[in-house]
């Protein structure tokens, strides 16, 4: 069992609750990750839905969640055959510290139409992908290479677009599968960072992912986008593709940029 | 006051629960349009969160609404100085049609850096635009204009995009708003009509609106892509400029597209 399954098990105590542990292990300084807690929920929501695959995912942030035990409290809100709805409040010391409302199905099933209007980026050349430093604990559990030319900003370079292209993978090894898609949406330092430079706060309202196929083993190509930043808020796009070069996921979150205090 | 401020009007019967009614004047067919439940939704949280614009709001179509009575459950899920966040829950004949889990705020209070990475496209020329027929009574309410070389779609010639760019306004001169934004998000035919044609059938699952700025009065430039379509499962990217050609709305659905039955 991989580090991201075996860090988001839950355990089911009654109908409507389970039980969690939010390790330290995917955290940015001591606060847990978005996608890492999204994981979380999700396993919960794969559970009370008996359905496998989070066709829309939307977590709404509310407050710092914290390293350690965690409840959570699923309610389901439509049952249905193709897809059903539920939601999942990750609880910690009695206070609501995130909310993730989705709808699940079976994508082995989902049947219909396929059309690509868009094709993914050329994937980057291993051997001049730039690698990020390894500064925050989540970082430890994956490896990032980004694109030679989207990549400069690492080394303090600053551009004028906020997007970055990368490789990702697990470092342990670790195929991904259809729930850490939702980490991997949300692990990856803010876009703005490339127009900005690292040193900013860059909080998620709310995340939405949809998850469109099973990714295949092997490397995951992202790229993430920013295209409006309105008086301190943002969208960050996420597309992603599997080794295959077929999409398996897109996101979308509102964030808050702050710039550090010593400017 | 506007068809629209008057047709999602909300009573507030206690602290947790409102009153509405769905008016036949916002439907397809017989079903009213989501982006119009997103409206009442979001003037019940609106006045639940006291707080003027919905900064996201997030809407999961759980069963068919009716027009009717409507009643809306509140719950306040945080309270913040700058950003507090809610979940509204659209209920006719005890049956949960819809829920709406919102951040909201106050747009002309939010301060930050602004950035823009995209010029939004060039206005069509109203002389040349293609007015969509009055084929269903949501029509009625809105005046859209497609580019010429967007609307082909209209008159059956199909093409290899799935983008509509419009002008859109409420019929009866309102000028728009943060609410009504969310509704103009929603109104549009979908884009895969532009692949497929116009019989198709493209329920929405869930819908996430960012309002960015309240829209100055005028017209509204409006942009909708789809870029991929996945056995059946689609998103529909929207984004809304005011007549400054100020960003003030982006939008993602992800919906089914089912080809008629007779096919």
């Keep these: 069992m991989g580090e991201f399954t075996e860090d988001t098990k839950v355990e089911q105590v009654s109908e409507t609750h389970w039980k969690g542990e939010v390790t330290p292990r995917w955290s940015v300084g001591s606060i847990p990750n978005g996608g890492y807690l999204m994981g979380i929920a999700a396993q919960v929501l794969k559970e009370g839905l008996s359905k496998p695959d989070p066709l829309t995912i939307t977590g709404h942030y509310l407050d710092r969640a914290e390293e350690g035990p965690v409840d959570i409290d699923f309610e389901l809100m439509r049952s249905g055959r193709s897809v059903s709805t539920g939601c999942a409040k990750l609880i910690q010391g009695g206070v609501e ?94 876009t703005v960072f490339a127009l900005y430079g690292t040193a900013g706060w860059v909080p998620t309202l709310e995340l939405t992912v949809q998850v469109r196929a099973r990714p295949a083993p092997g490397d995951l190509l992202c790229r993430f986008t920013t295209r409006y930043l309105t008086n301190g808020l943002l969208e960050e796009d996420g597309e992603i593709w599997d080794s295959n070069n077929q999409l398996v996921a897109i996101s979308r979150q509102l964030a808050k940029y702050r710039r550090p205090i010593s400017e």
Tied chains: 1, 2.
Excluded: Q, Y
Aim: hydrophobic content about 35%.
């Design 97 to 190: 510290r995130a909310r993730f409302t989705a709808s699940f199905g079976d994508l082995e099933k989902t049947k219909g139409e396929t059309w690509v209007g868009t094709e993914p980026p050329a994937w980057p050349n291993p051997e001049t992908c730039i690698t990020h430093p390894n500064t925050l604990t989540i970082h430890d559990r994956i490896d990032m290479r980004f694109a030679p030319e989207e990549g400069a900003w690492i080394s303090g370079e600053l551009g004028d677009r906020a997007e970055h292209i990368l490789v990702n993978r697990f470092t342990d090894g670790s195929a991904p599968d259809p729930l850490s898609l939702l980490f991997f949406t949300d692990c990856v330092p803010p």
